[in-house]
Nanobody, 123 residues
């Protein structure tokens, strides 16, 4: 079956940067959407970014727009999230997501989740 694995989380100071990586593997077809969500303790899981397979449709949550950049490598079934100008409010577990349906503004259909990677931003 398909497995989705993300990595790259860690502890950074406010204003710093991190780059998250995610790769899907297994007996799969190509996904029409890959993206990222995050969830802080006591909070709902939040959509933050997604890309279509054509790399023509890219969506960001308002909270990260201008600071985070999503990219995708279809040949590797991989997606990346470059996070700059990090704020303490960005602290959360970040989840990679893959879906067969294309993304829409503000959300994406999720067929597979990664295990999550912790991002902690100190003040």
């Amino acid at each position: 079956q398909v497995q989705v694995v993300e990595s790259g989380g860690g502890l950074v100071q406010a204003g710093g940067s991190l780059r998250l990586s995610c790769a899907a593997s297994g007996y799969t077809f190509s996904f029409n959407a890959m993206g990222w969500f995050r969830q802080a303790p006591g909070k709902e899981r939040e959509f933050i970014a997604a890309m279509s397979r054509t790399n023509d449709s890219i969506y960001y949550a308002d909270s990260v727009k201008g600071r985070f950049t999503i990219s995708r490598d279809n040949a590797k079934n991989s997606v990346y999230l470059q996070m700059n100008s990090l704020k303490p409010e960005d602290t959360a577990v970040y989840y990679c997501a893959a879906g067969y349906r294309p993304p829409v503004i503000g959300r994406m259909n999720v067929d597979y989740w990664g295990q999550g990677t912790q991002v902690t931003v100190s003040s």
